[in-house]
């Protein structure tokens, strides 16, 4: 089969989920038994979203190969389960440093370098790399932002030349909307939508599908005014109505017939009947009532839920395995800085310090740590609420609140967190952290081997500092077991208190490998912990 190519467009305004709706149809033609990977194309400058604020950009999703990623990434992954690659997150930044670089070569000796034919290239050539890369039989593109925008033009004048280059039978054009309610009438609107796709067909893109996102269910002759005004079938038009629950969306597109009709046009058979029954035993876990138990997320970045995306996926994933309902109560660690704390952890059932950079913050996490010690609440630190638990756990062993990681304090005479040689001289921020998959030897007899239940994993990193291994013998000494080793040994990946109900850190971000029917076992550990201090309570 020629690879088939769906695009996905967003109109009105953003934040609509477009990349929901690609990582759900990405399901729906998975379970049709084809072979599927999903790209987003984002539009701004920078090379990768590695270097932004969690602020601007949400939580960084790291893949495999370390590419860092937008955090649609992430919901891809966990729809279609399957690992994907740097090729699927393009951003205008890399098509221009690519063309550029081409440029100063020589390359285009001769030539005067332009949007189109240069630019709009180079982004089909990203595009075509996600079947040659993946295997994908299906490539699903996403284009970040909404149409409209000056950014994304360059994006869109590509997809609309891709029809012509793979052919009418082989491009799919789905455009994303908002169908907003006007409360003093308690009417939805479509005119938001005809407008939006005016604006797309005048870049030459005629859309064969419009998803209408509204808060309000969509009345069957608001689908026939929509297929109407924007020239499709009404079989097109599909409504989809806000859910507190995401994994919903694949059974509602699948009701709405999406994944037949997007076939029909495309004029490829299913290989396989889908089979929701999993996906709909796993929503029923979900959904079923389970006794609530409550777990401090520890972050600088928790007004901004989507800052720690994955982080909350998992712990909603071990949730459903363990059979409880983890409720996030959101601190921001500087109101942990100061006073006393317990009035904001002592009603907790387990805390968990996420990754994290820079001072802000850090030793109102040190104290979370501490906290969570003293009081044998179950712990989870993730990457840097690893470093911290070693920084507080090294400052009672040393008697000493000097003891740092060189990242908050380069003069420290304890740098127990330090950087690795390897890291000394790099001084470019972008992509030269320790970054994607690597493997972890786990130690015999330890709370880590017993919660994976086997002696090698491959995890996911994105972090410059490690365990100084000077301070090993001491850590050890003094109770702390390293549970977790890179194979040659030089790196400590996680490392558990043993006079503890559940204290353990990773150096590694175990939440971007959890799966909603395949839950982390670190995380399932950590929340069986949590459950059991909860009913002890
Ligand atoms: N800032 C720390 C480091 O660079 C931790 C990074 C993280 O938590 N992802 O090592």
Redesign the pocket.
């Known amino acids: 089969m020629e690879t088939k190519y769906i695009f996905i467009t967003g109109g009105v305004l953003s934040s609509v989920g477009k990349g929901v709706t690609g990582a759900a149809l990405g399901r729906l033609l998975k379970e049709r038994g084809y072979q599927v990977a999903i790209q987003k194309l984002d539009p701004y400058i920078n090379v990768d979203p590695g270097t932004m604020s969690p602020y601007q950009h949400g939580e960084v999703y790291v893949l495999d190969d370390g590419a860092e990623t937008d955090l649609d990434l992430g919901h891809y992954e966990r729809f279609i389960d399957t690992s994907l690659n740097q090729v699927c997150n393009v951003t205008t930044g890399q098509v221009y440093e690519e063309v550029i670089a081409k440029e100063r070569r020589g390359d285009y000796l001769g030539g005067t370098i332009q949007v189109i034919p240069h630019i709009t290239n180079e982004m089909k050539r990203r595009i075509g790399l996600v079947a040659k890369t993946t295997g994908a039989e299906i490539v699903i593109v996403e284009v970040g932002g909404t149409v409209g925008d000056i950014e994304s033009l360059p994006f869109l004048e590509s997809l609309r030349q891709m029809r012509g280059d793979v052919g009418r039978e082989n491009s799919f054009y789905i455009h994303v909307t908002w169908v907003p309610h006007i409360g003093a009438t308690g009417e939805l609107k479509t005119k938001p939508t005809q407008h939006s796709v005016r604006e797309l067909r005048s870049i030459g893109i005629s859309p064969d599908m419009i998803i209408a996102r509204s808060d309000y269910p969509v009345a069957e002759e608001l689908r026939d005014k929509i297929a109407l005004f924007c020239d499709v079938e009404k079989r097109a038009v599909i409504p989809m109505v806000t859910t507190d629950n995401l994994y919903e969306i694949p059974l509602t597109l699948e009701k709405a017939q999406m994944g037949d009709f997007v076939m029909e046009r495309m004029n490829f058979q299913a290989r396989q009947e889908p089979d929701w029954q999993p996906w709909k035993e796993m929503l029923a876990k979900m959904r079923q009532e389970k006794p609530g138990v409550e777990v401090a997320l520890v972050g600088k970045y928790v007004e901004l839920h989507d800052a720690y995306m994955s982080v909350r996926e998992a712990l909603q994933h071990a949730g459903i395995e363990v059979g409880v309902d983890v409720q996030i109560k959101w601190i921001h660690s500087s109101l942990l800085e100061k006073g006393s704390i317990s009035e904001h952890l002592a009603s907790v059932d387990g805390i968990l310090v996420?990754?994290?950079?820079?001072e802000r913050g850090t030793e109102g996490k040190i104290r979370a740590t501490q906290y969570a010690r003293e009081n044998k609440i179950p712990y989870l630190g993730?990457?840097?609420?690893m470093?911290l638990m070693v920084v507080e756990f090294a400052r009672q062993i040393q008697g000493d609140e000097r003891v740092n990681?060189t990242?908050f304090n380069p003069q420290t005479p304890h740098p127990v967190?330090d950087l690795m040689p390897d890291q000394r001289d790099i001084t470019d921020m972008g992509g030269t952290?320790r970054l994607g998959l690597y493997p972890c030897q786990l130690q015999t007899g330890t709370v880590a081997a017993q919660a994976y239940g086997t002696h090698l994993v491959h995890e996911r990193h994105?972090?410059?500092?490690?365990l100084n291994n000077a301070y090993r013998d001491i850590l050890e000494e003094a109770g702390m077991r390293f549970s977790g080793l890179s194979p040659d040994k030089r790196l400590v990946e996680i490392a558990e208190l043993a006079d503890h109900p559940f204290m353990l850190g990773t150096?590694f971000?175990p939440e971007f490998l959890s799966r909603p029917y395949r839950a982390h076992p670190l995380f399932v550990a950590f929340v069986e912990a949590v459950k059991e201090v909860r009913s002890e309570a």
């Not at 996420?354 to 820079?358: C, L, V």
């Not at 993730?382 to 609420?385: R, Y």
């Open positions: 996420p990754g994290g950079f820079g993730l990457c840097l609420g470093q990681s990242e967190i952290m994105r972090h410059r500092f490690e150096q971000h």
